[in-house]
């Protein structure tokens, strides 16, 4: 991301713009919340999540992989399994935002 990002005080650019809505609209997904949910605990592995979310593993994984891809989470591979978490602190730190943004918001809603 370019120093655009950085600055609260400076609009964003449109190629951070982009990639911004980019993420947002991978993160608007009920599954893909749940699991961040998850990693927001521990790493897990696809069979892991699957028992936990009650989601089978081809879902699971086409999910992760888009997760993936934009550096939300990270995979790192342990022999046959690849243990999932979370990218980094600025991801958890995003989601621990919006649950709290959530649990402010009026009942009605």
Known sequence: MTDSVESASAPLS???AERL???????ASPVRLRILSVLRIRPSTVTD???QLGTGQTTLSNHLRL??????????RDGRHVHYALFDDHVADLF?????????????H
């Open 21 to 27: 809505a980019e993420i947002m609209r991978a993160l």
């Open 14 to 16: 449109a190629g951070d």
């Open 67 to 76: 997760l993936r891809n934009l550096s939300v989470v990270r995979g790192d």
């Open 96 to 108: 621990d935002e919006a649950m709290g943004h959530l649990r402010h918001l009026p009942s009605n």
């Open 49 to 51: 999540l699957g028992m």
